[in-house]
């Protein structure tokens, strides 16, 4: 993982809903539950940090990139 100041929302082995979008960005096209299988981080022109996750999308069985607006929780994280 590149270095970043980015902290990453879920890890490796988190169970998300995630949401696949219309190019306009605002409607939902499919939805679907998974596992994250990896969590990159990078920097992009030198500035500006990205973080993107593997899902292994259960309904279909076949891995797909997500960044962190286009993921959800499935169990939600419990605070001390």
Do not use: C
């Not at 992009?44 to 279909?60: M, Q």
């Not at 069985?61 to 994280?77: C, F, S, V």
């Amino acid at each position: 993982m590149t270095e970043t100041n980015l902290r990453p929302k879920f890890k490796v082995g988190d169970l998300v809903r995630w949401f696949d979008y219309y190019a306009d960005g605002d409607i939902v096209r499919d939805a679907g539950k998974g596992i994250i299988t990896e969590v990159n981080a990078d920097r992009i022109f030198g500035k500006y940090d990205h973080i993107t996750y593997e899902v292994l999308r259960a309904s279909t069985g076949d891995t797909a990139m997500y960044a962190e607006r286009e993921l959800d929780p499935l169990i939600p994280q419990q605070k001390l």
